[in-house]
């Protein structure tokens, strides 16, 4: 079962305007563990106004719970939403693609060793997508994660401290 808790953090959800909680997604990661039902987690990175340390205290959280797997989203702007809007308007910026990948490696050696990593970045639609236009180079992105794992010598897992 895939849930887009996205962070554990409620100002954030709420800056999102998602809709629910981080009690709400406890609540349903517990009832689908209960069944045995496997969990995939959602999160995204980037959100304007959260800190590097919150967004790896998300990390801390779903290394924890020791997700199943996680999908990793980097935030998109779109056209014509509310957080398009803002953007437009010059609110907030948008992390470039050297600190997403920076970002993105220390989130996975945060991460539980035993949870498989289904995606490391987002696609966002080309015809509507403000931002990050690197985002649009999918593989230079992984493999600038890559480059970088190599670089630190570091694996999924080497700072979980679960």
């Known amino acids: 079962m895939e849930i887009g808790v996205q962070s554990c953090h409620d100002k954030t959800l709420n800056y999102l305007n998602r809709g629910h909680d ?3 997604f406890l609540s349903a ?4 563990k209960e069944r045995d039902i496997r969990v995939c987690a959602h999160v995204i990175l980037g959100v304007p106004g959260e800190s590097h340390e ?3 205290a998300t990390a801390d959280e779903m290394a924890r719970l020791k997700v199943d797997g996680i999908k990793i989203h980097l935030l998109h702007v779109l ?3 509310a957080l398009g809007e803002r953007y ?3 609110e907030f910026e948008i992390l470039s693609r050297e600190a997403y990948v920076q970002l993105a490696v220390d989130f996975l050696e945060r991460i539980h060793p035993d949870t498989l990593i289904q995606r ?3 696609d966002g639609p080309r015809d509507i997508l403000l931002a990050p236009r690197w985002s649009l180079k999918k593989w230079e992105v992984l493999n600038a ?3 970088e794992m190599a670089k ?4 999924q897992g080497s700072y979980c401290r679960f």
Not at 152 to 155: A, M, Q, Y
């Open 88 to 90: 437009q308007r010059g």
């Open 54 to 56: 919150e967004m790896l």
């Open 145 to 147: 994660i890559e480059d």
């Open 22 to 24: 981080y009690a709400s």
């Open 79 to 81: 056209q014509d939403t």
């Open 29 to 32: 990661y517990a009832a689908a």
């Open 152 to 155: 630190r010598g570091t694996v």
């Open 120 to 122: 490391l970045t987002g």
